[in-house]
């Protein structure tokens, strides 16, 4: 496929999420329905599109590529599943995150090993990172928005919390390190890495809330944020994949 003709695919992918992201969160404010599901999986289907043309406009066939798709994948799986009604279908959603979240982990040691020669999965450094924010997280849930963390759905949450923060701080790790590189695409791909890190992270807290926090189940503010931050996380993982690896 000719360079010209995937950009032009990309910017379409972002137009129509761009346009399917508001619609989706009007329409499943009732409540899940088969107009929510449809409007979710089109965005979620754009975000993996957009990783798979920015592969095909890079060239890029680096393992990190690979695993950063195969994260984009599951995420898809997770948007379809906990979007249908059902404690088993929301079992199936959560793993699929979780294994989403542990494939981008994969993806940024990969990409560590290619640049850096990095041969530990996880420095003392970053284990104490994950540690504090994992604790940070704690102290906000139990003590300022009061909910209870000894429930079965907070455990899981915690045990999920330590993924994401695992993949948020090799983010930040990684993309720091990129940055001393002084490569000229340094700047946009630690945008497209740490921002969806970060943004993946945000997200991902404010979700927690709206799930089993019963104040917080109808503030719609809240999920307006919790929605925006998602699909900017994936769209921005899958763009560094125009950069990194390549």
């Given amino acids: 496929m000719k360079a010209p003709i995937t950009a032009i695919l990309m910017t379409l992918a972002i137009v129509v999420e761009l346009i399917f992201v508001p619609l989706f969160l009007k329409a499943q404010r009732p409540g899940i329905s088969k107009t929510s599901r449809l409007y979710k999986m089109i965005c979620a289907t754009m975000f993996v599109l957009i990783g798979i043309l920015s592969c095909v406009y890079s060239g890029n066939k680096s393992e990190f590529a690979v695993f950063m ?65 994992e604790f940070i997280m704690f102290i906000v849930y139990k003590f300022i928005k ?57 997200s991902d807290t404010s979700l927690a809330p709206l799930m089993f926090h019963k104040p917080d189940r109808h503030n719609h503010s809240l999920k307006d944020f919790n929605i925006d931050t998602y699909f900017t996380a994936q769209t921005l993982l899958a763009f560094s994949m125009l950069f990194i690896g390549v």
């Fill in 146 to 202: 009061k909910m209870d963390m000894k429930s079965p759905p907070m455990i899981a949450c915690a045990f999920y919390g330590i993924v994401l923060q695992t993949m948020l701080v090799k983010s930040f790790v990684f993309s720091m390190e990129y940055l001393k590189l002084g490569k000229p695409d340094g700047i946009s791909a630690a945008l497209c890495l740490l921002g969806g890190g970060v943004m993946f992270f945000l």
């Fill in 69 to 133: 798709l195969i994260g984009l994948g599951l995420s898809w799986i997770g948007d379809l599943f906990l979007h249908i009604d059902g404690k088993k279908y929301f079992i199936v959603g959560f793993i699929s995150f979780s294994a989403a979240h542990v494939f981008y982990i994969i993806a940024y040691s990969k990409a560590s090993s290619l640049y850096f020669h990095e041969k530990a999965f996880l420095s003392l450094y970053e284990i104490i990172a994950v540690a504090c924010l």
